[in-house]
């Protein structure tokens, strides 16, 4: 299993490449999943079902089961926010996991660049970016490819990806 990131500003377009690139992958046969870091207070339960009420009373965790899918929530209570390598052993094996977020980690990950978002590029500063998707020209020694070339943006991904192991032991090496 190997890992790779997604690191940019609000607005750049790292969802929506993401959303492009899985279905790429998968054409490829490999099994994707995504971590997505939310820098706010989220829900992905509707208030008022009945797995929303049970947490509401108190869960600690709420596992909803149907015939096509199954979810986990579990409710930290006050408790640190997991860090990277403890969501990661959270998942199922698959050929590659994309981090969307979690960018003070030091797994390696691709920039992705708009130039329209009038933001400063994040490569100069985070030693972890190892290439960049945009929509303009950058100086650089890295490795870039346009947002929209979602061929050369998989390949770029696929190069740059690191084994999970490692990913996790240089985030051991962190603390």
């Known amino acids: 299993m190997k890992v790779i990131g ?3 500003w609000s607005g750049a377009g790292k969802t929506t490449l993401l ?3 899985i279905p790429h992958f998968n054409a490829q046969g490999l099994r994707v999943s995504v971590i997505k870091h939310a820098h706010h207070q989220f829900d992905v339960d509707v208030p008022g079902k ?3 009420r049970h947490r509401e009373a108190g869960a600690a965790e709420v596992l909803v089961a149907s015939s096509n899918r199954w ?3 579990h409710e930290l209570r006050g408790a640190a926010e997991p860090r990277l390598p403890e969501l990661l052993s959270k998942l199922s094996a698959v050929d590659l996991v994309v981090v969307e977020g979690f960018k003070r980690e030091p797994h390696r ?3 992705v660049h708009r130039a329209a978002n009038g933001k400063p590029l994040l490569f100069p500063d ?3 970016i190892a290439g960049i998707a945009t929509d303009v ?3 650089t020694r890295l490795p870039t490819v346009h947002l929209d070339d979602i061929e050369a943006a998989a390949a770029l991904m696929l190069r740059a990806a690191m084994p999970v192991e490692e990913a996790v ?3 051991a090496a962190m603390r």
């Open 137 to 139: 020209a950058i100086d």
């Open 19 to 21: 959303t492009r690139l």
């Open 109 to 111: 990950k691709i920039e």
């Open 71 to 73: 979810a986990l929530m």
């Open 6 to 8: 997604l690191a940019g």
């Open 169 to 171: 032991a240089k985030s």
């Open 50 to 52: 009945d797995s929303w």
């Open 126 to 128: 985070d030693p972890g």
